[in-house]
């Protein structure tokens, strides 16, 4: 690949504030590369409903059929907000890469494109698409259903999210869902008839003392109330809670557990007089391994004995990505196939410079792997 051509191209689009919440500077992401894609002779297709993120779904179809033998995914959003490219534009030193979002994952996407690039112009027979959203760092609601849509005709995907600091990929992810609970009680005066009230405070105790009950971290299943917050006054029973928990999970009958013992507390408070509801929020489901993902990481390892590197890593993390959208279907993902990097989310992100062609050459022998089975 031509790395000095890379790095010219991320430099640009670091330099593109494209925050979730900044649909112009997503906008202006999407646009960058579909042009690319266009001019590369693919198949090009960008969504531009209005108030929603745009996503860019590129082809280059050697059959005519809708099956897609490799799907690559990625993301064009960051959590910076606008006028962080101002503070601290992309930057290179110490052999690394610095930016609002770098590594998480514009260097990701542009590898996913430079190998796009070289698979079409090996003409490798094999239909090849590449998705990229601009709303995952806030939970994909725009783009979810036509991601699946994608995956569920797919045999492998790649997703470009970065690689693990150690160099590993990502081979699974537990599934991630918040819950938002609400309280609601009786107010009264504390000191002249505490006995009328009905503390909805005392009943979210009950609740969070629960949660540590329901954690089942052998079997994967962690929650936290990461926020909680109620009452008026200290002289008054408090009417109103309400908190967020996270849940981290890996099988479905976990979910299905925790929310059961959820409906069973609404059912039977401890605190007389108090009503609460749940709600599920934004998540994703675990991306758990199948047959196919083994064969994949065999593939994976073939491919660096024959390229002399080092053995490949795969690991499991609590985190969650679009990757998770895809468990449950058919299709073998691979996450973390981005350049290395770390500290994401942060202003000491950095990306490392010596994994780019690493990165590439050995998930295109992967992918030449695939199609040669």
């Known amino acids: 690949m031509d790395l000095e051509q890379y790095l010219k191209d991320l430099e640009e689009i670091v330099n593109i504030d494209s925050g979730s919440e900044d649909l112009e500077g997503c906008r202006k992401m999407a646009e960058y590369f579909a042009g690319k894609f266009e001019s590369a002779g693919f198949a090009v297709r960008?969504?531009?409903?209005?108030?929603?993120?745009?996503?860019?779904?590129?082809?280059?179809?050697?059959?005519?059929?809708?099956?897609?033998?490799?799907?690559?995914?990625?993301?064009?959003?960051?959590?910076?907000?606008?006028?962080?490219?101002?503070?601290?534009?992309?930057?290179?030193?110490?052999?690394?890469?610095?930016?609002?979002?770098?590594?998480?994952?514009?260097?990701?996407?542009l590898l996913a494109f430079y190998l796009a690039l070289e698979i079409k112009k090996r003409a490798l027979p094999m239909n090849l698409c590449i998705a990229f959203n601009s709303d995952e760092e806030i939970g994909s609601a725009d783009s979810v259903a036509w991601m699946k849509e994608l995956g569920g005709k797919a045999k492998y995907c790649f997703n470009f999210e970065p690689g693990r600091e150690t160099g590993a990929f990502?081979?699974?992810?537990?599934?991630?869902?918040?819950?938002?609970?609400?309280?609601?009680g009786i107010p009264a005066h504390?000191?002249?008839?505490?006995?009328?009230?009905?503390?909805?405070?005392?009943?979210?105790?009950?609740w969070i003392w629960a949660l540590t009950n329901l954690n089942a971290p052998e079997q994967g299943t962690t929650l936290n109330p990461g926020i909680v917050k109620g009452g008026s006054a200290s002289?008054?029973?408090?009417?109103?809670a309400e908190m967020l928990i996270d849940?981290?999970?890996?099988?479905?009958?976990?979910l299905q557990r925790i929310e059961r013992a959820f409906d069973e507390m609404v059912e039977y408070p401890r605190v007389t007089g108090v009503k609460t509801s749940w709600e599920r929020k934004e998540g994703f489901p675990p991306m758990t391994p199948n047959e196919s993902t083994e064969e994949m990481i065999k593939?994976?390892?073939?491919?660096?004995?024959?390229?002399?590197?080092?053995?490949?890593?795969?690991?499991?993390?609590?985190?969650?990505?679009?990757?998770?959208?895809?468990?449950?279907?058919?299709?073998s993902v691979m996450d973390g196939c981005g350049p290395v990097g770390g500290n994401y989310h942060s202003d000491e992100e950095y990306m490392v410079l010596s994994s780019i062609e690493q990165r590439f050459s050995l998930i295109l022998e992967t992918i030449t792997g695939i199609v040669n089975r």
Do not use: C, W
Not at 70 to 78: A, K, N, R, S
Not at 170 to 184: A, S, T
Not at 247 to 254: I, P
């Open 299 to 331: 593939m994976m390892k073939d491919a660096a004995l024959k390229l002399g590197q080092d053995l490949p890593e795969f690991v499991s993390t609590g985190g969650g990505s679009d990757a998770n959208n895809l468990g449950g279907l058919p299709v």
């Open 235 to 240: 002289n008054v029973v408090a009417e109103h």
């Open 190 to 206: 504390a000191g002249v008839a505490p006995e009328k009230g009905a503390s909805a405070v005392i009943e979210m105790a009950r």
């Open 46 to 109: 960008i969504s531009r409903e209005q108030g929603k993120h745009p996503h860019v779904e590129a082809r280059n179809f050697i059959r005519k059929s809708e099956t897609i033998d490799v799907l690559f995914m990625g993301h064009l959003d960051t959590v910076f907000p606008k006028g962080t490219v101002r503070e601290r534009p992309f930057s290179l030193d110490d052999g690394k890469a610095r930016g609002p979002g770098a590594a998480d994952m514009k260097s990701g996407a």
């Open 247 to 254: 849940l981290r999970y890996t099988k479905e009958s976990e």
């Open 170 to 184: 990502v081979k699974e992810r537990k599934g991630v869902y918040d819950y938002r609970v609400i309280f609601q």
